[in-house]
């Protein structure tokens, strides 16, 4: 499973995703973590909304297709709840 997430440095929501991300079970994750204050485009477009988590659709090239917004979870979301959503947006 391919996420991305769009994360800037000292966002304590994007640290606390990225490290639930970290103990997720049951399927492996590719993690690809995008720092929007490294482009322009990113900041404007995110600034106000990360941390922004996006699937990238099995057997796709992130070049070719347009990954999946998953929706938000709360900050106190378990791990657990995480997996569950990514179990279904996974299908």
Same mark, same amino acid.
């Given at each position: 499973?391919? &996420?991305?997430? @769009?994360? +800037?440095?000292?966002?304590?929501?994007? /640290?606390?995703? $990225?490290? +639930?991300?970290?103990?997720? %079970?049951? #399927?492996?994750? /590719?993690?690809?973590?995008?720092?929007?204050?490294?482009?322009?485009?990113? #900041? $404007?477009?995110? $600034? @106000?909304?990360?941390?922004? &988590? #996006?699937? *990238?659709?099995?057997?796709?090239?992130? /070049?070719? *297709?347009? !990954?999946?917004? &998953? !929706?938000?979870?709360? !900050?106190?979301?378990? *791990?657990? %709840?995480? /997996? %569950?959503?990514? %179990?279904?947006?996974?299908?």
């Amino acid at each position: 499973m391919h &996420l991305i997430l @769009y994360s +800037k440095p000292g966002c304590h929501l994007c /640290e606390g995703l $990225q490290e +639930k991300l970290s103990k997720v %079970q049951g #399927f492996e994750i /590719e993690l690809e973590v995008r720092d929007i204050t490294s482009r322009d485009d990113w #900041f $404007q477009a995110y $600034q @106000y909304e990360i941390p922004l &988590l #996006f699937l *990238v659709p099995a057997d796709a090239a992130v /070049e070719t *297709v347009s !990954p999946v917004l &998953l !929706p938000r979870l709360s !900050p106190r979301a378990s *791990v657990r %709840q995480l /997996e %569950q959503l990514l %179990q279904k947006y996974r299908s």
